[in-house]
């Protein structure tokens, strides 16, 4: 389904408590496909209990580049999407991003994803 020039990066968020996605997970997710060549994010897809809301975040997000379109993004985000989780997608896509930007530095395997390490090279 996806070419072998893309990688999956998966950001991570607290949600309200009273928040059916924290109910259900503990947490919000986010993870992305994207095309390692041209930061385009290719698909989104995420912990929501609804299935019109992963199609909708699917498509603020797709065809979106990962590291620059961050502030547009980030306004799309809080001019159409009014959910509970609105400001956990936006922490979760900064989280994203900043897993990615390492990755793109040559980061590898758990140094990629354990949280003390995000804080300490970003």
Do not use: W
Not at 26 to 53: A, H, N, P, Y
Not at 91 to 118: I, M, P, S
């Amino acid at each position: 389904m996806y070419s072998p020039n893309t990688v999956y990066i998966i950001g991570d968020s607290k949600s309200q408590m009273n928040n059916p996605i924290t109910q259900m997970y503990g947490q919000f997710m986010l993870g992305f496909v994207v095309d390692r060549d041209t930061d385009i994010i290719e698909s989104c897809g995420s912990s929501v209990v609804m299935k019109s809301t992963y199609d909708f975040l699917d498509s603020l997000f797709r065809g979106r580049n990962m590291l620059t379109d961050g502030e547009a993004i980030r306004r799309e985000i809080e001019n159409r999407y009014f959910g509970s989780s609105q400001k956990a997608i936006i922490v979760a896509f900064k989280e994203a991003q900043r897993r990615y930007r390492l990755y793109k530095q040559g980061v590898r395997g758990e140094h990629l994803t354990r949280q003390e390490d995000l804080n300490r090279n970003c």
